[in-house]
T-cell receptor, first 109, second 116 residues
C-alpha cells in the first residue's frame, strides 16, 4: 500500500541551528513533491516544489532535496528562527496531492 | 483580500443534522478541492472540481455532497452528521488540475466541525 512517512512528529531545535525534516514514501512515483507550512488554526501554505528530475531547490533559508532512488525528500531550514516554528507537511503529487502527517518544529530562542 | 475564504469558521451541531460549508476563491483558479484533516493531522482529499466538473471523488460517504455553482465557489453539504465527521475541513484551489505541473494549492482557513 502507499505510504508517506515524515520523520519524528516533533523536532525541537535551538535558534540559529539547521532543522532537517525527512519525508519518505513507498509505492508512489510522484512527478513532483511539495512542502507546505501549517500554523495552528490555519490552512497549509505552499513553500516549495521540486520536480523528479531536480536534485535540489532553494528559497531563502529553505532547501529541499529529492532522491527518487531512495524515495526520500529532505527539507532544511537553515539559521532557524522562532518564527519558523510550525508544522511542515510534505505532499506527493500525482492526480492528487497526498500529504504526510507533518513534523512540528519548535525553535527555541 | 482573502484568496480562499470559508464560512463558517466553527460549526457545532448535533448528530443527525444536515449542514453546509461554503468556499469561495478570488484567484481566478480553475480547480477547487475539499480536504478533511482529522485529529491526527492527516490531510486527506475528499473532492476536486475543475471548471465545475467533478474530477476527484475519493472514498467518501454519500452523505457528503459537493456543489460547484461556478468556478469560484465549491460548497460542501453534509447530511445526517455523525460523530466521526468531527474534523477540520479545508477548501483549496489551484490554477490547474491535480495532474498538471506545478500544482501549488492555496488553502482556506478551515472550518472546524464538531458533532455532538
Amino acid at each position: 500500500s502507499q505510504k508517506i512517512e515524515q520523520n519524528s512528529e516533533a523536532l525541537n531545535i535551538q535558534e540559529g541551528k539547521t532543522a532537517t525534516l525527512t519525508c519518505n514514501y513507498t509505492n508512489y512515483s510522484p512527478a513532483y513533491l511539495q512542502w507546505y507550512r501549517q500554523d495552528p488554526g490555519r490552512g497549509p501554505v505552499f513553500l516549495l516544489l521540486i520536480r523528479e528530475n531536480e536534485k535540489e531547490k532553494r528559497k531563502e533559508r529553505l532547501k529541499v532535496t529529492f532522491d527518487t532512488t531512495l524515495k526520500q525528500s529532505l527539507f532544511h531550514i537553515t539559521a532557524s528562527q522562532p518564527a519558523d516554528s510550525a508544522t511542515y507537511l510534505c505532499a506527493l503529487a500525482g492526480y492528487k496531492l497526498s500529504f504526510g502527517a507533518g513534523t512540528t518544529v519548535t525553535v527555541r530562542a | 483580500d482573502t484568496a480562499v475564504s470559508q464560512t463558517p469558521k466553527y460549526l457545532v451541531t448535533q448528530m443527525g443534522n444536515d449542514k453546509s460549508i461554503k468556499c469561495e476563491q478570488n484567484l481566478g483558479h480553475d480547480t477547487m478541492y475539499w480536504y478533511k484533516q482529522d485529529s491526527k493531522k492527516f490531510l486527506k482529499i475528499m473532492f476536486s472540481y475543475n471548471n465545475k466538473e467533478l474530477i476527484i471523488n475519493e472514498t467518501v460517504p454519500n452523505r457528503f455532497s459537493p456543489k460547484s455553482p461556478d468556478k469560484a465557489h465549491l460548497n460542501l453539504h453534509i447530511n445526517s452528521l455523525e460523530l466521526g465527521d468531527s474534523a477540520v475541513y479545508f477548501c483549496a484551489s489551484s490554477q490547474d488540475r491535480g495532474d498538471a505541473d506545478g500544482n501549488e494549492q492555496f488553502f482556506g482557513p478551515g472550518t472546524r466541525l464538531t458533532v455532538l
